[in-house]
């Protein structure tokens, strides 16, 4: 009995640290496995969002007692408390249909940087737990989604815009990227917002 704790324990430390290790665009990619999996482990998704909280504040949950989605289910409710609208932040709806877990995510932020000639990236505020590029969100990019105007995904436009495909389970998400100039500017850039839904949500 003590052993099976023990093991639970070493388990969540060692995720935990790994969280920790991780940089934004990682945890990012890890969540998007994670909540796409055939049986979602929802454990490892909370203890990652935990890290994604900016100190002084800690993620806060509660129970979700409605859900704007037909057939889904309410479950839980994870967030950062804000008080003005610029306050980086994030919110994690987790629905349920069934046994199955369906997720939406959101993260508010200001991640801005430059490049040097060199394309070397320097962030304005370097220990900014948000800071990313849009360079190292695009490999989450599975299939860019098509417009009817063409437009979707153009180096011109400061959207990306796509579907996410977890390479083992086919499960899939809807997943933006917002940023404040075209994806394709090779000067800089800044990321404001990141969205992800399970695809079942979008439908």
Known sequence: MYRVIFTIVTCFS????????????????????LVTEEQVDNSQVREILKTLAIAPKEMKEGAMDYSIYDNFEGDTLYYIPYKTAEESRFSVEKLRQGDKLFYTLQFLMQSTYTKDKQGNVVFVDPTYLYNTTIEELQPYCTTPMKYKNGKGNSPKSPLLSCVYTNPKSKRKLMYWVVCENKIGDTKGNTVKEIKIQSQELWR
């Open 14 to 33: 060692a995720l935990l640290m790994s969280a920790q290790e991780m940089s934004f665009s990682q945890k990012i990619g890890q969540l998007m496995e």
